[in-house]
């Protein structure tokens, strides 16, 4: 009888352990979100998005600057990543499959994707900054792409792989050739997987900002020219965040909430997407 | 006709078969590049200061133009290491929870919270560390720590000086709140591959929930967690602006936990732009190619462990 | 050569990598006839049914050895798969409806082969729709997705889509066994039509069915055909040991 008691008491004991826990990690969401939409929130206005930089204490600047080049950079690295992305993880679930190469490659592209973004941005200064010799919003696009591809990569195989392969082959006995069946067949039922994990993959590089500190660098005027420095959303935030000035940490706080917004509500809808269109 | 046309199919096909290929190898290919430029660029630093001085060199001088990296790595490594002791537990915490706990209709909000906390951008993390956390630590936590922890012999040691919240623990602490959500969902996901029918037959013979959880999913999805600590492991070492904005850069080796510190990518973040040697660029190149090597090997363990549990 | 047979398999046999999955089989395929072909799981019936539109091509390390004439030629070393596959149609176990319209999914086939004009493609959809018994259904919706059909509905589109491009022979792979009993008398009420205008080639787990259908029907076992012969007979007088058990319920 007491042994039994004794294994109930343990029994509460951890089991309420393991519940504390589960709410200290929604304790922390909550506290980190909590703040940066209390400080965020109360210094957004109108400004931010139209007024060029301010010099330092002079105050009521705007991040127009940057929220154009995070706007350019980030394309750019949309438009280089995704579809080396798509295209490599087409050849690992339709041409490469069940090859020890593809799936080599697919492995490959995980650890890829986990090197610490820092790193990369070592890589690019070292193959594009020092060549060409100076800093350019372009190179910082080449890095957040390169930390996209393995995103892209992996969603897209996984993707098409679950298509049906019978679909597939319903198309070629109908003497489809291949890149037909997988541009005119599966990318279309995959399409809802794609479109998401494209947003996806925005989702992860858009709030990069180590990758940036020495590529696309900063720049304290408004510019559109990618193959020069270009002052990025990500960039701004840490700059005036380690500032003295008290404007500034307040315009840290409008463009963390932003940037934060943005890619919970990119995150949140695609996987509210996914999850509704692959439960079956 | 026909043959004209199968023969444009056939150049398609070729076509596409070969841009989809060229696209993955691209990944292949990085990798490779990566390390080669980084070896490249390491040379001259590796050839001043030695592959294994550079590591033990505590100097890092760049007036003088000495460096070594022991600080660096000290850093990285007492904060990766309190982070994970700070973050570990609380996955699997969490992750028991999510899957054994909760209400199924909560379960996938749940999770999906617990996620959230893995796409905040870590400059989000740094600067809530540097503007909340750090205060709160300097004028509750760390005092508190001095006057408990800090009155042990030895233990001691390691809460000495003024807390200003700029350190070790307060970096180690946001760290840890990053890493938890890639543990846990690494750690849910190898709970969830526990068979239903041994679940079963152990509350079957009278078992409680704690001691299924202990007797059966823990030992079942050891390697899935181990895999997972792994991961977490070797995300935390690469992260750089969560812990830049709250670790002081300073390149001693401090054994309070109240001292300020720097780590292998905060001083790539805060040195790189201002290096104005060969000497002292090819030595940030080194701290980059051990980051890089480092997280490589923790990255592939934790792929080979997570390959071993789906088996 | 007789003109009646369609097809003749002359001393086939299939390897999968180094694992022969069929041994010697000879056998003639009737002009607008409907041959089933019957056995047990794992017998090599779906295998050999896939070899007459070189289905195994889409996989490496497989080989063929002997032939199968078609037209005066080896379909098994024919160079063109592409040409042949639009002769030789193929309908598959669970309904295969492509991620569009209900006529794109028709003219899928067609297009294919170059066919552009916007007045021949109607026609003919209209026309293969008609054939499969399905443009009343249909004709409403042809450009509604074709995933909103029901499963017999998707299974007579794909048969459609199969028609379309006007094949010599359909080749059927258990196209009932995703249906339920009414959407199947359907499929073989249609499959008893379209002999008049096709020659049929169905593989079936299921021997009622075979007895319904089939003009002919073979049985395989393990990689070999054992007994091939009129439908009737085959059913009523089988002439071989394994025939007889296997029809009779007593394995498989």
């Known amino acids: 009888m007491t042994n039994l008691k004794k294994r109930k ?20 969401l909550v506290m980190i979100l909590g703040d940066l939409f209390i400080q965020g929130a109360s210094s957004i206005n109108w400004k931010l998005f139209v007024d060029d930089f301010a010099p330092p204490g002079f105050g009521d600047g705007g991040l127009r600057p940057a929220f154009v080049g995070q706007l350019i950079i980030v394309s750019t690295a949309f438009i280089i990543g995704i579809p080396i992305g798509l295209l490599g993880g087409t050849f690992i679930a339709e041409y490469g499959r069940n090859s020890k190469t593809a799936k080599l490659i697919s492995t490959l592209s995980d650890l890829a994707g986990s090197i610490p973004s820092i790193v990369v941005g070592t890589f690019i200064y070292a193959v594009i900054v020092r060549t060409t ?57 995959a399409s809802v997987g794609l479109l998401t994990g494209a947003v996806l ?37 840490y700059r005036y965040a380690m500032g003295p000035y008290n404007d500034w940490h307040k315009l840290a706080w409008a463009g963390s909430f932003v940037i934060t917004v943005f890619i919970l509500l990119a995150t949140l809808i695609s996987r509210f997407i996914v999850n509704r269109r692959y439960k079956n | 006709m026909k043959s004209a046309k199968n023969n444009s199919f056939e150049l398609k096909n070729k076509t596409t078969l070969y841009l989809t290929a060229a696209s993955a190898y691209i990944i292949p290919l990085i990798l490779i ?49 309190l982070a994970l002791i700070f973050a570990a537990p609380t996955a699997v915490g969490i992750a028991v929870f999510i899957t054994q706990i909760c209400p199924k209709q909560l379960k996938s909000s749940f999770s999906t919270a617990i996620e959230l906390l893995a796409s905040i951008p870590s400059i989000i993390y740094g600067m809530w560390g540097l503007f909340v956390l750090a205060p709160i630590m300097s004028s ?145 190149f080194y701290l980059a190619l051990i980051l890089f090597v480092s997280s490589f090997i923790l990255l592939s363990t934790a792929k080979y462990f997570s390959s071993r549990s789906k088996k | 050569m007789n003109d009646k047979h369609i097809l003749k398999v002359e001393h086939l046999n299939f390897y999968y990598s180094s694992k022969q999955v069929l041994f010697d089989i000879n056998m003639n395929i009737e002009k607008n006839m409907t041959t089933a072909l019957i056995g047990p799981s794992g017998c090599g019936k779906t295998t050999f049914l896939r070899c007459f539109n070189r289905m195994h091509d889409l996989y490496k390390n497989n080989r063929y050895e002997g032939k199968i004439i078609y037209n005066g030629e080896n379909i098994l070393t024919m160079r063109d798969s592409i040409n042949l596959r639009s002769k030789i149609g193929m309908v598959f176990q ?95 009420e249609l499959m008893v039509e379209l002999k008049k205008i096709t020659t049929i080639i169905v593989v079936t787990h299921n021997m009622q069915q075979a007895a319904r259908i089939s003009d002919f029907t073979a049985f395989f076992y393990l990689g070999k055909l054992v007994e091939m012969g009129k439908t009737d007979e085959f059913f009523t007088r089988p002439k071989n040991r394994q025939t007889e058990n296997y029809i009779s319920g007593r394995f498989g």
């Open chain 2, 33 to 81: 590049l990566m390390l080669a430029v980084l070896i490249y660029e390491s040379i001259p630093a590796l050839k001043k200061f030695g592959l294994i001085g550079f590591m033990i060199s505590t100097t890092w001088n760049p007036v003088k133009n000495v460096f070594g990296g022991a600080s660096a790595v000290y850093g990285t490594v007492v904060v990766t290491s």
């Open chain 1, 133 to 189: 010799g100076h800093f350019s919003a372009f190179s910082g696009s080449l890095a957040l792409a390169l930390i996209m591809i393995p995103v892209m990569l992996k969603t897209t195989e996984n993707m098409l792989n679950l298509v049906p392969w019978q679909l597939r082959e319903a198309a070629f006995a109908l003497g489809a050739p291949y890149y037909k069946v997988i541009f005119q067949i599966v990318y279309k039922s």
């Open chain 3, 94 to 188: 669970s309904p295969t409806p492509f991620p569009m319209s209900v006529f794109d999914n028709v003219a899928y086939g067609l297009r294919l082969n170059g066919i552009k004009n916007k007045a021949e493609l109607t026609d003919r959809v209209e026309n293969a729709l008609m054939k499969a018994a399905l443009w009343d259904e249909v004709k409403d919706r042809l450009n509604t997705t074709a995933s909103g059909l029901s499963g017999g509905q998707q299974q007579r589109l794909v048969i459609a889509r199969a028609l379309a491009v006007e094949p010599d022979i359909l080749l059927f792979d258990e196209p009932t066994s995703a249906l339920d009993p009414i959407a199947t008398a359907k499929i073989e």
């Open chain 2, 140 to 284: 509750h936590i760390e005092p508190f720590l001095q006057k408990t922890l800090g009155k042990l012999p030895f233990v001691g040691l390691v809460f000495k000086g003024t807390p200003i919240g700029i350190d070790l623990l307060t970096a180690s602490t946001i760290l840890s709140i990053m890493t938890i959500p890639f543990i846990a969902s690494v750690a849910r996901d190898s709970f969830e591959l526990t068979p239903k029918n041994l679940i079963e037959s152990a509350y079957g013979i009278g078992a409680t929930k704690w001691e299924v959880i202990k007797d059966i999913v823990l030992p079942y999805s050891k390697i899935g967690v181990y895999g997972g600590i792994i991961l977490g492991l070797g995300r935390a070492v690469g992260e750089t602006m969560a812990v830049a904005f709250v670790l002081g850069n300073n390149h001693k080796i401090v054994l309070s936990l109240f001292g300020t510190s720097s780590t292998i990518p905060t001083t790539l973040a805060n040195e790189f732009t201002e290096a104005d040697s060969d000497i002292y660029i090819s030595s940030l």
């Open chain 1, 9 to 28: 008491i343990t029994n509460i004991f951890f089991l309420t352990i393991s519940t504390l826990t589960a709410f200290l990690g929604l304790f922390w």
């Open chain 1, 201 to 237: 993959s925005v989702a992860r590089i858009a709030g990069e900002t180590a990758p940036l500190l020495f590529t696309s660098l900063n720049n304290t005027f408004f510019s559109l020219n990618i193959t020069k420095p270009m002052a990025s959303l990500t960039v701004t935030i």
